[in-house]
């Protein structure tokens, strides 16, 4: 059972343009996500991130917008830049009493890669 | 601040050995938790520890155990290596304090032969 679900594998963008990438969820217990962006043979570097009582969160060049009626979230990217090339995966935390435990589900990524 | 150490960074191991991988999460945070990537299955939840106690635990088999010590530095152990455990393993550490986010390490990349 995928509980957190990226369903587009690749996403090709022109630089200076607009990168949208969308995650879908199933768990209704998940209050909590985050975006990483991932280079080849490295670890995940967190990107954003956002509570289930907001609806968008921006950080720079980065914008994530949750819809929980829709149980989707999407991290906007503007302007795209080559190197925000990489895979970009959503996740979400496993909670309990208000705690965030460190298990976090992720989905299965996306691909982001971005032309001069 | 130091990051997340994960040691060593590449490993080869043969079929039916045991490996260990060391994780020194970043000073000040308690949980570590472990993941495994292959590109099949994509990220993988392994386990999670919390002030030396396993406090999570993802659908894996038994030859896979780790442990947390009291400076928080943790260890995962995989025994009797099969072909299919070839994968980049990483080491996430956090807070564990609200919606803290977890940092990655650069990972291990295990190959068995």
């Known amino acids: 059972d995928q509980q957190v679900k990226q369903n587009s594998p690749s996403l090709s963008v022109q630089e200076g343009r607009i990168s949208i990438l969308n995650c879908d969820y199933t768990n209704s217990m998940f209050d909590y996500f985050l975006w990483y962006k991932k280079y080849p043979a490295e670890g995940p570097t967190f990107l954003i991130s956002?509570?289930?009582?907001?609806d968008k969160n921006e950080d720079g060049r980065f914008t994530v917008f949750l819809n929980k009626s829709a149980k989707h979230l999407s991290l906007h990217i503007v302007p795209s830049q080559p190197g925000d090339s990489a895979v970009y995966f959503c996740?979400?935390?496993?909670?309990?009493?208000?705690?965030?435990?460190?298990?976090?589900?992720f989905g299965q990524g996306t691909i982001l890669t971005v032309h001069p | 601040k130091a990051g997340v150490t994960q040691t060593p960074r590449y490993l080869i191991k043969t079929r039916g050995q045991q490996v260990t991988l060391s994780c020194s999460p970043i000073?000040?945070?308690?949980?570590v938790s472990w993941y495994q990537q292959t590109p099949g299955q994509g990220l993988q939840f392994l386990f999670e520890?919390?002030?030396?106690?396993?406090?999570n635990k993802g659908n894996f088999p038994g030859r896979f155990s780790g442990r947390q010590f009291s400076n928080s530095r943790s260890e995962m152990n995989v025994s009797t290596l099969e072909l299919g455990d070839s994968a980049l393993y990483l080491c996430?550490?956090?807070?564990?304090?609200?919606?803290?986010?977890?940092?990655f390490g650069q990972g291990t990349r295990l190959t068995v032969v």
């Open positions: 520890y919390f002030s030396e106690t396993q406090r």
């Open positions: 956002i509570s289930s009582i907001k």
């Open positions: 996740a979400a935390p496993s909670r309990a009493g208000g705690t965030s435990y460190g298990k976090l589900t």
């Open positions: 996430a550490s956090s807070l564990d304090r609200g919606s803290s986010e977890a940092f």
């Open positions: 000073s000040g945070h308690r949980s």
